[in-house]
């Protein structure tokens, strides 16, 4: 069997059992009524002390979650690289020190712009 043709039968096969399960919980599922207990805000089991959540986040989390998606991300792809490089090659010593340098550089640029810090203010 063609290896594509073999990718989009497995494809397909998950696309209708989450088909299937979406329609099953629909027509099957609990049907839960409204109330205005259900509809009430839940804060952490306390009532609601403000009504209206106006609070704004400030725009230096926003950095933060990105430098942790990054660092995050470049973890997860180290691994895959470990595992993908069974015959050790140069060249695949070469990329991993690309890999390891970009990791520095991002690092030191966390470090310089003291993103870590600004958000404890």
Request: aromatic share 18%; with cysteine.
């Amino acid at each position: 069997m063609n290896p594509y043709a073999a990718f989009l039968l497995y494809l397909l096969a998950i696309l209708a059992f989450v088909f299937v399960t979406l329609v099953m919980n629909r027509y099957l599922g609990p049907k839960p009524a409204a109330s205005a207990l259900k509809m009430e805000p839940f804060e952490c089991g306390a009532t609601a002390i403000d009504t209206q959540n106006t609070k704004r986040v400030p725009i230096k989390y926003y950095g933060v979650a990105i430098a942790f998606m990054l660092f995050d991300l470049e973890t997860v792809f180290l691994f895959v690289w470990a595992l993908g490089a069974q015959p050790l090659t140069g060249f695949m010593l070469f990329t991993l020190f690309l890999f390891a340098f970009l990791l520095v550089l991002m690092l030191l640029y966390v470090y310089r712009v003291r993103l870590i810090e600004a958000v404890g203010d």
